[in-house]
């Protein structure tokens, strides 16, 4: 995502999603502003915790309008790893559209449908996946949307946007891979999407 995004020097930024502020804190350090967006209590207090430089942070739900941010007042909009919790994401979309000035970026990270698409009964479908996560050996289950590439792609494409590219991250392959490293580095897990407001 940070090669993606590039050099954000100057720039007026909104992290949506923000989560512990990893984004928020890399490209605040070089940005003009950053708004620092959450739907999680406990999120925006770890990211108030870091007193980060030029970042407000503000809790808000990203199905929720933006109302309170000006139209084409920001230059990027990051989300990393947040939109795929949203059932519907259209009218977001069409939010960070409305926000961002001409020429704008928008670069959001989702899990890839091909990652999702053995938790689901139709490809074809959006909806809810549930999976099974191991953090420190203790199981957490954790629900999300499932998209198909199409609908992610398109629904970018309706909100306004113009499309740059699309980037399906690839772990390094390396001698000795664990079998989870082994399935990194030959499916797809996530898909960054680089568009940019016409």
Not at 23 to 44: F, K, P, Q, R
Not at 52 to 58: E, M
Not at 172 to 182: F, I
Request: include cysteine.
């Amino acid at each position: 995502m940070m090669r993606v995004i590039g050099d954000a020097s100057g720039l007026r930024i909104v992290d949506a999603g923000c989560a512990a502020g990893y984004y928020s804190a890399a490209l605040g350090a070089h940005a003009a502003s950053v708004i620092a967006l959450d739907a999680s209590a406990e999120m925006m207090r770890l990211v108030e915790e870091k007193r980060l430089p030029n970042v407000l942070v503000r809790r808000h739900d990203l199905a929720e309008p933006l109302s309170w941010i000006a139209d084409a007042s920001v230059d990027l909009v990051v989300s990393s790893l947040a939109m795929h919790y949203l059932e519907t994401w259209e009218g977001t979309l069409r939010e960070f559209h409305r926000v961002l000035v001409p020429g704008g970026r928008f670069v959001m990270s989702v899990h890839h449908s091909a990652m999702t698409d053995p938790l689901v009964d139709d490809y074809f479908r959006v909806q809810r996946a549930t999976d099974v996560w191991t953090i420190d050996g203790v199981k957490h289950e954790v629900s999300f949307y499932h998209r198909p590439l199409s609908s992610v792609i398109n629904d970018v494409l309706a909100a306004g946007f113009a499309v740059r590219r699309m980037i399906e991250p690839q772990l390094t392959a390396r001698a000795g891979a664990s079998a989870e490293e082994h399935r990194l580095a030959t499916r797809p897990w996530f898909l960054i999407v680089d568009a940019f407001r016409q």
